[in-house]
């Protein structure tokens, strides 16, 4: 109640911050273009101490993930050795992202106790993904740790400031800027334009069955079949709100968005890796699969991940799912905005529409943090093109390009943590079966159609990673 | 010349603070600080989603600390 106050006492006031930040404000206030800043910074950084000699960078990148410990007294003479860098790089995590977090608006008081619990457990998470015997188990570190997120959230009532460090959706973005420096640009080239064909095909097919499956077969509302329809096949939640005023859509609309990408996308996470297992995918083919049917990058990343790892090649299915989601995806959001915001003032009836097309909403939606994504793979193909294969293996690898692999996991488990930290089964609202019938129908026809494009039609691509 | 802008009006939600907390279970997979979400707010009057640069009828400014509607 006491927040519901607030939050209409600061409405009406206009209180603190910027309530929309547009233009040159959008650069400081936007957590894209944050991700932008802390991902090059880290590896501008990264690139002056390689050229210096240092090893520093190599050393603050430590995580016990690849311990292979065998027993607790192995692990905890790790922590006790590696103590001072361990807080050091704590430190650092929490500057950058505490930071940028307080110029965003979010209250420091909040957010440093709030993430200090999430980089103790995710210390946890790397401990259990680094024992010898976990991939015996799939103990995997992107389902432990939304397994233990998941039961923390929904047996211990955390309090609501917690939410304050627990940003997802930030840390999936400054790990893909990083992902993007250990990303040959030539990859992104050759088999970008395959992953925007495959992607378009789904995306397309998807939207139009939820959407005919809501009004056609059910008569549901056509805000509500637009916003799951999207919800669906581009981009989760973000794409629902992308075009939720192009269509005047109603808050309980994207309530159901909400409950039903969530629902879903978490029971991907945790059955797609399996399936894929079992059907004996590589772990290409099977990055391919999940970035064609997963609907959220945060939820994409973690199942591709844990994905890659039981198929032994944890970098080909990550590269594999960004490639298909990020860049066959995420990129046309602005495009399906004004696609909607079309089809609301032509076809739909006047008095029901929202926006008129504009066509600067391509720019103003379009996710900016994959600008970071390409200037790190460039940059850093730059960087390492004068290197021979072996130079590269022996000196670039070890001391410039395992440091920002490092970081990048670090980011991805912190996202991963605070997916199954956020999600409050008590908090979502309940959706209609209608509602619910439409989009899983939607959920099987994209989960099929990535499957049979991703093992059959464009497998020799993903299968080449 | 002030136009009737939603950014103006006393029933927008378009901080992300605000927004994130009048929709349970948007922050999880997703962001009300993101580049994605545009300018899309939520108006309180009508329960539905508009820009911060729509406009309505229905607009009343938003006042501040010690001034009168």
Not at chain 1, 249 to 261: G, M, P, R
Not at chain 2, 17 to 36: Q, R, T
């Amino acid at each position: 109640m006491k927040e519901k106050t607030a939050q209409t006492k600061a409405n009406e006031t206009g209180a603190e911050g910027q309530l929309v930040p547009s233009g040159w404000r959008a650069l400081y206030l936007k957590e894209d273009w944050w991700a932008i800043w802390i991902g090059l910074g880290l590896m501008a950084i990264a690139m002056l101490l390689f050229h210096q000699g240092s090893t520093f960078l190599k050393s603050l990148a430590i995580n016990p993930g690849g311990l292979k410990w065998t027993s607790l007294d192995q692990l905890l003479h790790h922590f006790s050795s590696n103590a001072t860098m361990y807080l050091l790089q704590f430190t650092c995590w929490l500057v950058l992202f505490g930071a940028s977090s307080r110029i965003m608006g979010i209250k420091l008081s909040n957010f440093i106790p709030s993430f200090a619990f999430l980089y103790l457990l995710s210390l946890v998470m790397f401990s259990v993904a680094g024992w010898a015997n976990a991939a015996k188990f799939n103990l995997e570190a992107p389902l432990v740790a939304l397994v233990v997120g998941l039961l923390l959230a929904n047996t211990i009532k955390l309090p609501a400031w917690m939410d304050s460090a627990l940003r997802v959706e930030y840390f999936i973005k400054v790990g893909i800027v990083l992902l993007g420096a250990t990303f040959p640009l030539t990859l992104v080239l050759t088999a970008g334009p395959v992953a925007i064909v495959q992607a378009t095909i789904i995306s397309v097919i998807t939207c139009v069955v939820i959407y005919f499956s809501a009004t056609r077969l059910f008569g549901l509302d056509k805000r509500l079949a637009a916003v799951i329809g999207v919800g669906g096949s581009v981009c989760g939640v973000s794409a629902s709100m992308a075009i939720a005023a192009s269509v005047n859509a109603k808050k309980e609309h994207l309530y159901t968005s909400v409950t039903l990408v969530v629902g879903w996308a978490l029971a991907m996470i945790l059955v797609l890796p399996f399936i894929s297992q079992a059907l004996g995918l590589t772990a290409g083919v099977s990055g391919a699969w999940i970035g064609s049917s997963e609907f959220a990058d945060a939820a994409g990343i973690a199942a591709a991940s844990a994905s890659g790892k039981m198929a032994g090649n944890e970098d080909a299915a990550i590269k594999a799912f960004t490639l298909m989601k990020v860049i066959g995806r995420d990129l046309w959001i602005g495009i399906w905005s004004i696609v909607w915001a079309l089809i609301a003032t032509i076809i739909w009836e006047k008095k029901a529409t929202g926006l008129r097309p504009d066509a600067g909403e391509i720019w103003r939606r379009f996710p900016k943090f994959v600008i970071g994504f390409f200037l790190a793979s460039m940059l850093m193909s730059l960087v390492t093109s004068g290197y021979t294969t072996a130079d590269f293996n022996q000196t670039v690898k070890p001391n410039l390009i395992m440091p920002m692999v490092s970081f990048r996991t670090w980011a991805f488990i912190f996202c991963y943590l605070s997916i199954g930290l956020t999600t409050r089964f008590r908090e979502l609202k309940p959706v209609g079966w209608k509602a619910f019938t439409a989009f899983t129908i939607g959920v099987l026809v994209n989960v099929v159609l990535g499957y049979l494009l991703s093992a059959h039609v464009f497998a020799a691509r993903w299968s080449g990673l | 010349m002030n136009q009737a802008k939603c950014q103006d009006c006393r029933y927008s939600v378009l901080r992300p603070e605000d927004l994130e907390a009048a929709i349970p279970g948007m922050n999880i997979l997703s962001s009300a600080y993101g580049s994605v979400r545009g300018q899309t707010g939520l108006c309180r009057r009508h329960d539905k989603f508009v820009t911060a640069d729509s406009t309505c009828a229905d607009f009343e400014r938003k006042t501040t600390f010690g001034q009168k509607p």
